[in-house]
């Protein structure tokens, strides 16, 4: 075992973050039931070696709009309005879904619902932050999304890799991973280039990685992509926890990367006390105005 995975060992705060992709079957949409429950399996088992733990979900928005589907056509979709009433259904039935499975393994879940508006206004950050140490100091998991129903473009954050190192942030977590559906950093897009080599372990998050993320990007699996992945393993190692990018195609690789085993790549935490994450995450909307 190398030494950088040897500390995950010792790891005390898990965020783990999931992609609506890797909670639905391909095929319909629906959800992987299967998949799910592996997953709060792995969770209650983590929380009952003493450890804390925190859930980002995704699945909201999909889930709604499976649940009123039949009822509206295509071009619908993707009015914001639309969208939002989908995040209102859908974010009950999934917390519905999960408290149920939580239950069955005798823990507490609870819903954290943020905005971008939550990070950037120090007394909403304040609350959220108290929010997060009170839940987890009565042994509650929180499952956190991004409160889709009321949130339009100038308040999102957007995406649930940057949510998930945000939220990394607001606990003091010290290991975040973010399942998808790749393995991890490649060199270059291993679809097209077969001399791609996979990336096992960054120790700082240089120019050549970022780089290097945007070619394994072509490949375009994910919802968040490459990008926003590399968003948040900036967040996450200048705030001091490590990160993993691991593929969510079986589910128990969580507890294969808490043994300290090698899966996904890891990106070392290197903190940094000059690091202002609000200004950063003001910074990234700006770029994209
Ligand atoms: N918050 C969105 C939802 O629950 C997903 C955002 C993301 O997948 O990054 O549908």
Redesign the pocket.
Known sequence: MSSLRNEILKKQRIVIKI??SSLQHKETGDLDYTKMEVLVRELCNIRNQGKDVILVT?????VGKKAVGAFRVKEEEGHLGFKQAC?AI??AKLMMIYQKMFAEYNQTAAQVLVTRDTIINDLSRYNAKNTFSELLSLGVIPIV??N?TVSTYEIEIG???TLSAIVAALTGADLLILLSDIDGLYTDDPRTNPQAAFIEEVEVLTEEYLDMAKKTTGSNVG??GMNTKMIAARIATNIGADMIIANSEDIRIIHRIMDGRKYGTLFKANKDDDFRMVSYIQSLHETEN
């Open positions: 992609g609506s995704s699945g909201a928005i999909a995040a859908g974010q999304n991004e889709d995406d649930n890799d919802t968040g």
